[in-house]
């Protein structure tokens, strides 16, 4: 062996033999090192930053339920499906309620027809007054040339004495008839066909019955999938039960269980990261701290905790945090209810409400789907009271049947 094998060997001798005090020194210093990069990293950037895997995606689900009693004929959506806002989902038996509709349209036809015969009775009872007028004064003045033959004896007093009976009768048929126009005026008085106290209940009941009639079929207030779809055909249903879910998938929100001590930085509007099990970490959502619960969640449990009973043990609650999520991020990489996720929040800043005490201007949600209903009833009513009121005849010469001497009857149309 020459002298350089030997010192080589003298050194690796030496490595393994370098006193403990300098490897734990080694360590020491190691673990200072990383702990000081820690620290570092948490003062510049984890302290800003509260996250959770406690996070599921959250949607309305929106109930689709009878509002009249009837049979099911038709089922036109099954679960999985997508449906249009306004599509028919379910199609009840009409029968009971199209003869009801026939009905009350009916009815409708028979009263206006039966209100412009109390008009056309009040034309005519003012025809009549102008009569007993006519004949009064006739009679007056019959009474009162008799009176002059009278006085000078070329009538006995018994002729005199039948014509002041005439005048009497006279009198007493004007203030009959009067009586009678002023009866039927006061039915009529200060409204018109379309108002008119009679026509408008029946107006009413045709609206009613029409829409009755229309809710034998079920539209879908939304545009969204079908799911729990529990209805039958065949099945006799009430109102109120639930027959299938439509559930908007592009009107999602995350809600993330954040325990108590993570809220204190947090405030409506600061930035969130989230990811979904679904997808992994390759995509990424971003959203914003929408709002906070009201309470934590075991205060609104089916069984909420009693801490009166003298057994309770304290645990950190969580308090649900909705987290709104990007509309085009939500439509890339569609999400379900009830996927789990994780969220992070950035807390950095701290300028926003942590309750925001606003309340809105506009619904938070709203269809417009039932509004045709309402319409196309108006549409009917109308149609009814058009055909029945004017029938064959001109418009100004069925108004005027509709006017009368007084001024104030004058003035509401009749």
Same mark, same amino acid.
Do not use: C
């Given at each position: ?37 820690? #620290? ?45 806002? !306004? ?38 009872? %003012?025809?009549?007054?102008?009569? %007993? ?15 002059? @033959? ?6 006995? !007093? ?119 099990? @679904?997808? #992994? ?9 929408? !709002? ?123």
């Amino acid at each position: 062996m020459d002298i350089d094998s030997k010192s080589n060997a003298t050194r690796r001798r030496s490595w393994w033999q370098v006193p403990r005090w300098r490897w734990l020194a080694l360590a020491l210093g190691a673990f200072l090192l990383m702990g000081g990069a820690y #620290g570092a990293y948490w003062v510049a950037v984890a302290r800003y930053h509260q996250g959770t895997d406690d996070a599921y995606v959250n949607g309305n689900v929106v109930e689709i339920t009878p509002q009249i009693s009837g049979t099911v004929v038709e089922i036109a959506a099954d679960d999985t499906q997508f449906v249009k806002k !306004g599509q028919p989902l379910v199609r009840l038996d009409p029968a009971d309620a199209k003869v009801a509709l026939d009905e009350a349209e009916a009815q409708l036809a028979t009263t206006v027809r039966s209100v412009r015969n109390i008009v056309a009775t009040s034309a005519q009872l %003012r025809d009549e007054v102008a009569v %007993r007028e006519s004949d009064l004064a006739a009679a007056k003045e019959d009474l009162a040339r008799r009176e002059q @033959l009278r006085r000078t004896g070329a009538i006995s !007093g018994e002729e005199f004495q039948h014509a002041g009976d005439a005048v009497r009768t006279a009198t007493a048929a004007l203030h009959a008839a009067q009586q009678q126009l002023t009866a039927t005026r006061v039915r009529i008085e200060g409204t018109t066909l379309e108002d008119h106290p009679d026509v408008r209940n029946a107006a009413a009941a045709v609206r009613s019955a029409y829409i009755a009639y229309s809710r034998t079929m079920l539209p879908a207030p939304v545009s969204g999938y079908v799911a729990k779809r529990n209805v039958q055909l065949g099945e006799r249903v009430s109102p109120g039960l639930a027959l299938m879910s439509v559930v908007p998938l592009d009107q999602v929100w995350v809600d993330a269980n954040f325990k108590e001590p993570q809220l204190a930085g947090m405030r409506v509007g600061q930035p969130v990261t989230l990811t979904a099990d @679904l997808y #992994g970490r390759s995509v990424l959502y971003h959203g914003t701290v929408a !709002g906070f619960g009201a309470g934590t969640g075991a205060v609104f449990s089916l069984l909420p905790a009693q801490n009166a009973t003298g057994n309770w043990i304290k645990i950190v609650q969580r308090v649900p945090v909705r987290i709104a999520l990007d509309p085009r991020e939500v439509s890339a990489h569609p999400l379900r209810i009830g996927l789990s996720m994780k969220a992070d929040v950035l807390i950095r800043d701290r300028e926003g409400a942590r309750l925001v005490a606003t309340t809105r201007s506009v619904p938070a949600y709203s269809t417009d789907v039932f509004d045709s209903i309402d319409a196309a009833a108006e549409a009917r009513v109308r149609a009814i009271i058009a055909a029945n009121a004017f029938g064959t005849k001109s418009n100004a010469t069925d108004r005027a049947l509709f006017a009368v001497d007084e001024p104030r009857a004058a003035s509401h149309g009749f």
